[in-house]
């Protein structure tokens, strides 16, 4: 996920070109700009929320119920992300966004990627031999932003490791010069070298005296927050195949510590071939038509869809042990929008739940790259049943030998292959065999006495009894745990590290090992870009243009799922990338179930990546910066305000899953790199979230009394309606989901709504038209309930002037991302509202939030008032005064 990161400067500054869109024909969009510097008081400025300075009460705490405190209140947080250079900026800049973040309400920064690029990029001194000393004026610059961040009641979070270039200069191995900045780190959580030098860096970082607060990081009560290690991990890199692929030199290391674990459980070789023979299955008969291509096609099926193209072929050219055999080769004309668009299979399996299988074969394509494969139903729901690899083709044949064990029996599957290349690709594939069984223990020549038992390799690990594979993830589990506890004591008890800790995100990282930490961390993004021919390509890439509100929770389940029972709960990077133009969704849905699941802490993805030309750029800058997205920082208000003040009650019920360290290591054998175990794993339904509070109870931690147990509980229809009766996500209609929110404080209509009329308890708010169909995002929220005041933000559509649009559903702009100011839809409504028209005074807000125009009010039945907004008043946002 956060490989996007480290090119992003320059694939958003890349040369702009304007157009006249459709879009921008239209009377209901026009220009809105909210200025980049503007800390204002007025009708929007929330800085008066925030504890000044921050850390005036102490430093935050977890409390006994498991959330964040400062004194004897609790705390949660609504954040945002600084990256790069952005992290160190000019001074100017620093106190201009430290107040400008304060007005929105933003109470917490954490600084992501400062060790990544050299200065003025980042924090790292580029003229040092090695790669972990900070540049001086870097730091200056970093403990200024921290200390005016500190003046304005914003916290700060530290990330230690996430993005540095370990180097043969740091005094590790030559062999480390060959691996990519995110490979060098994989090395980190089982070489010690590598683990000194992440200490030596946390010590130079934390302990150096800011001299703007004259105190420490370690110690400074506004550094509330640390992260060991970004979006990595030792099991997450090994079940992602990028373990065995290490120079040799870390790779023996690595066995060697795997022999010493096995001979403090085994004390012979005898015992351990004993243990590991458990379930060996003999290879079988063959289960595949036609492997040999023969026939031609016979027995297997080429699938293209929509637009994809691809021709079929054969060839006497094939392996020397295949001779007599065929080839098929596979001819790409166009490449589809999803890599499945083009695949080829065959069905009619019949696969037995627990049984393991044997799939082996030959392949070439005339360019490197990546083949999916895969064994699944062939009829809906189109489930996997056990195995989802990706295997590298080169230009020289190479057989590929996968092992699986079915995950359910189904009498109608098939294996599949896709991912097969763009246009001018070609594929050659030969010598298919499916077989049953192909598994194993222990191997002939594997001496526990000798230290030569193998470390098992990802792509032979099903040749392996269960036994034996449990075993290697113990290993994995428990060299990974030993990483984090060393790193975790280390900050605490030799650096003193009085701000709360944590490892990474669960998701990298095993759910029982981040549930040691003070906290637990998470990420997600709704349509997150994609790079169909290569990675970050600032040409071809593509961002989905689709709104959330019509998948059953969309991202936020998941993260649910992840959250450990009495722990504070954070998701630290969120967006739904632009140029997606429903964005202004995203803040709000995460707010409103982070409220209904009682988390601690949330954080947009990012403010700014850069301190050079974009703070005052007046336009959405690239797929994750809000700082100059208007729609995305107007709909920070709403969201912040119902988060921290806690708007949205926390269900009354909660869903929860045991999953001890035992039961985490057997299960991760099937696991995916990117989708550890969580609460969803162990049988919560991701619809649960969006009922009831859902967590995984780990280690020691009692399931609670009357807490409802994974799969006693049946979730039907299209209606999602919390169990307090405050959020409903409604899926009724196809392809037009609404999200509502109903408390008495905050009130939304999210979605497709147009034409409908949503009664929020004593508010009724009737969406029109569109120009998405009738879809918008309209809150509602009280600001002072003493005086009457609320603010209504109203959003759907926005771009760029002249942004170039390079196909109809709008996925991808390219280069053309267009030029300032950007524009925004006038959003039409009538909202209803429980005030006499007599008491009533509504103000247009300009692009700094203040009162602009007036907006007459009508008096309504029952002694009450409405209003209408629309795009004649030019705004996106307007204020409520009722006496």
């Given at each position: 996920?956060?490989?996007?990161?480290?090119?992003?400067?320059?694939?958003?500054?890349?040369?702009?070109?304007?157009?006249?869109?459709?879009?921008?024909?239209?009377?209901?969009?026009?220009?809105?700009?909210?200025?980049?510097?503007?800390?204002?008081?007025?009708?929007?400025?929330?800085?008066?929320?925030?504890?000044?300075?921050?850390?005036?009460?102490?430093?935050?705490?977890?409390?006994?119920?498991?959330?964040?405190?400062?004194?004897?209140?609790?705390?949660?947080?609504?954040?945002?992300?600084?990256?790069?250079?952005?992290?160190?900026?000019?001074?100017?800049?620093?106190?201009?966004?430290?107040?400008?973040?304060?007005?929105?309400?933003?109470?917490?920064?954490?600084?992501?990627?400062?060790?990544?690029?050299?200065?003025?990029?980042?924090?790292?001194?580029?003229?040092?031999?090695?790669?972990?000393?900070?540049?001086?004026?870097?730091?200056?610059?970093?403990?200024?932003?921290?200390?005016?961040?500190?003046?304005?009641?914003?916290?700060?979070?530290?990330?230690?490791?996430?993005?540095?270039?370990?180097?043969?200069?740091?005094?590790?191995?030559?062999?480390?010069d060959s691996l990519s900045w995110k490979k060098s780190h994989i090395v980190g959580f089982f070489n010690s070298k590598h683990i000194e030098l992440q200490k030596e860096y946390a010590r130079k970082l934390l302990t150096h005296r800011n001299p703007y607060t004259q105190m420490t990081f370690a110690e400074d009560p506004a550094v509330a927050f640390v992260e060991i290690n970004n979006e990595n991990g030792l099991v997450h890199a090994w079940l992602g195949n990028e373990v065995d692929t290490l120079p040799d030199v870390f790779l023996d290391d690595l066995r060697q510590q795997w022999n010493q674990w096995l001979k403090?459980?085994?004390?012979?070789?005898?015992?351990?071939?004993?243990?590991?023979?458990?379930?060996?299955?003999?290879?079988?008969?063959?289960?595949?038509?036609?492997?040999?291509?023969?026939?031609?096609?016979?027995?297997?099926?080429?699938?293209?869809?929509e637009q994809a193209q691809m021709s079929a072929s054969f060839t006497d050219n094939v392996p020397e042990t295949l001779r007599g055999q065929k080839a098929l080769r596979l001819s790409v004309q166009q490449h589809g929008k999803e890599n499945w668009h083009l695949q080829f299979n065959q069905a009619g399996l019949k696969f037995v739940a627990g049984q393991s299988y044997t799939l082996s074969f030959w392949a070439r394509c005339n360019s490197t790259r990546n083949i999916n494969v895969s064994a699944s139903m062939a009829h809906e729901p189109w489930g996997n049943l056990g195995l989802s690899a990706s295997v590298s083709a080169t230009d020289q044949w190479r057989e590929f030998r996968l092992v699986f064990r079915a995950t359910a029996s189904d009498e109608r599957a098939r294996i599949s292959f896709s991912n097969l290349g763009q246009a001018g690709s070609t594929c050659e594939f030969a010598g298919f065999s499916l077989k049953p069984g192909g598994v194993a223990g222990l191997r002939a020549d594997e001496k526990l006495e000798t230290g030569t038992v193998r470390r098992f390799e990802r792509k032979t690990f099903g040749e392996r009894t269960a036994a034996a594979q449990r075993d290697w993830m113990r290993f994995l589990v428990a060299t990974e745990d030993n990483y984090w506890q060393t790193m975790h004591q280390f900050l605490k008890n030799d650096l003193k590290v009085r701000g709360l800790v944590t490892g990474t995100i669960v998701g990298c990282a095993p759910i029982t090992l981040m549930a040691k930490m003070d906290w637990v961390d998470t990420h997600a993004y709704w349509q997150h870009p994609?790079?169909?021919?290569?990675?970050?390509?600032?040409?071809?890439?593509?961002?989905?243009?689709?709104?959330?509100?019509?998948?059953?929770?969309?991202?936020?389940?998941?993260?649910?799922?992840?959250?450990?029972?009495?722990?504070?709960?954070?998701?630290?990077?969120?967006?739904?990338?632009?140029?997606?133009?429903?964005?202004?969704?995203?803040?709000?849905?995460?707010?409103?179930?982070?409220?209904?699941?009682?988390?601690?802490?949330?954080?947009?993805?990012?403010?700014?990546?850069?301190?050079?030309?974009?703070?005052?750029?007046?336009?959405?800058?690239?797929?994750?910066?809000?700082?100059?997205?208007?729609?995305?920082?107007?709909?920070?208000?709403?969201?912040?305000?119902?988060?921290?003040?806690?708007?949205?009650?926390?269900?009354?019920?909660?869903?929860?899953?045991?999953?001890?360290?035992?039961?985490?290591?057997?299960?991760?054998?099937?696991?995916?790199?990117?989708?550890?175990?969580?609460?969803?794993?162990?049988?919560?339904?991701?619809?649960?979230?969006?009922?009831?509070?859902?967590?995984?109870?780990?280690?020691?931690?009692?399931?609670?009394?009357?807490?409802?147990?994974?799969?006693?509980?049946?979730?039907?229809?299209?209606?999602?309606?919390?169990?307090?009766?405050?959020?409903?996500?409604?899926?009724?209609?196809?392809?037009?989901?609404?999200?509502?929110?109903?408390?008495?404080?905050?009130?939304?209509?999210?979605?497709?709504?147009?034409?409908?009329?949503?009664?929020?308890?004593?508010?009724?708010?009737?969406?029109?038209?569109?120009?998405?169909?009738?879809?918008?995002?309209?809150?509602?929220?009280?600001?002072?309930?003493?005086?009457?005041?609320?603010?209504?933000?109203?959003?759907?559509?926005?771009?760029?002037?002249?942004?170039?649009?390079?196909?109809?559903?709008?996925?991808?702009?390219?280069?053309?991302?267009?030029?300032?100011?950007?524009?925004?839809?006038?959003?039409?409504?009538?909202?209803?509202?429980?005030f006499p028209n007599s008491r009533l005074k509504v103000w247009v807000l300009d692009e700094k939030g203040q009162r602009s125009a007036p907006v007459p009010t009508t008096s309504a039945p029952n002694n009450q008032a409405f209003l209408e907004i629309g795009p004649q008043w030019k705004t996106i946002w307007y204020e409520i005064q009722a006496r």
């Open positions: 996920m956060k490989w996007r990161v480290l090119q992003f400067v320059f694939l958003m500054s890349c040369g702009l070109m304007s157009s006249t869109a459709n879009a921008q024909n239209s009377t209901n969009i026009f220009p809105f700009v909210l200025p980049w510097d503007d800390s204002s008081q007025g009708p929007t400025d929330l800085s008066g929320w925030l504890h000044k300075p921050a850390g005036k009460f102490g430093h935050v705490q977890v409390g006994p119920d498991g959330h964040f405190y400062v004194g004897n209140q609790r705390v949660r947080f609504f954040g945002v992300n600084m990256c790069f250079g952005a992290t160190v900026p000019q001074k100017p800049h620093a106190e201009a966004a430290a107040k400008r973040m304060a007005k929105f309400g933003i109470n917490v920064v954490r600084f992501h990627h400062m060790d990544t690029g050299a200065w003025p990029g980042g924090l790292r001194d580029g003229k040092k031999p090695g790669t972990g000393e900070p540049a001086a004026e870097a730091l200056d610059r970093l403990d200024y932003f921290v200390s005016q961040l500190k003046q304005n009641g914003i916290y700060a979070n530290i990330n230690l490791l996430v993005g540095r270039p370990f180097k043969s200069a740091d005094r590790l191995p030559a062999a480390i403090k459980k085994y004390s012979s070789t005898a015992e351990l071939e004993k243990a590991w023979s458990q379930g060996a299955e003999p290879i079988g008969a063959e289960m595949l038509i036609n492997g040999s291509f023969q026939n031609q096609l016979q027995g297997w099926n080429l699938e293209k869809h994609r790079f169909p021919v290569r990675p970050w390509d600032p040409e071809e890439w593509t961002v989905s243009n689709k709104s959330m509100v019509n998948e059953k929770g969309g991202t936020l389940p998941r993260l649910a799922l992840k959250k450990v029972l009495g722990k504070p709960h954070a998701c630290t990077e969120y967006n739904h990338s632009a140029p997606n133009t429903y964005g202004s969704e995203g803040a709000l849905l995460l707010a409103a179930y982070a409220g209904l699941q009682d988390w601690d802490a949330l954080y947009i993805f990012a403010y700014s990546h850069s301190d050079s030309g974009t703070w005052d750029s007046r336009k959405i800058n690239s797929f994750f910066d809000i700082a100059q997205h208007p729609l995305k920082m107007a709909t920070l208000i709403p969201a912040m305000v119902l988060f921290s003040r806690g708007d949205v009650s926390p269900a009354r019920q909660q869903m929860v899953a045991a999953i001890d360290s035992e039961k985490e290591a057997d299960m991760l054998r099937s696991a995916g790199s990117w989708s550890l175990i969580d609460g969803g794993s162990a049988g919560i339904p991701q619809e649960a979230a969006l009922i009831h509070r859902v967590s995984v109870a780990t280690d020691g931690v009692p399931v609670p009394p009357g807490a409802l147990a994974p799969g006693r509980l049946t979730i039907t229809g299209n209606r999602f309606l919390s169990d307090t009766g405050e959020l409903l996500w409604d899926l009724s209609e196809p392809n037009r989901g609404v999200v509502t929110i109903n408390t008495p404080m905050s009130k939304a209509v999210i979605g497709y709504g147009g034409g409908k009329r949503f009664l929020l308890g004593d508010v009724a708010i009737e969406p029109r038209n569109s120009m998405q169909d009738g879809w918008c995002a309209i809150t509602m929220t009280c600001m002072d309930k003493p005086a009457g005041r609320w603010i209504i933000t109203a959003t759907g559509y926005a771009e760029n002037s002249g942004m170039v649009w390079k196909n109809p559903e709008k996925s991808s702009v390219g280069r053309k991302w267009g030029n300032a100011p950007s524009l925004v839809e006038g959003i039409a409504a009538r909202i209803t509202l429980p």
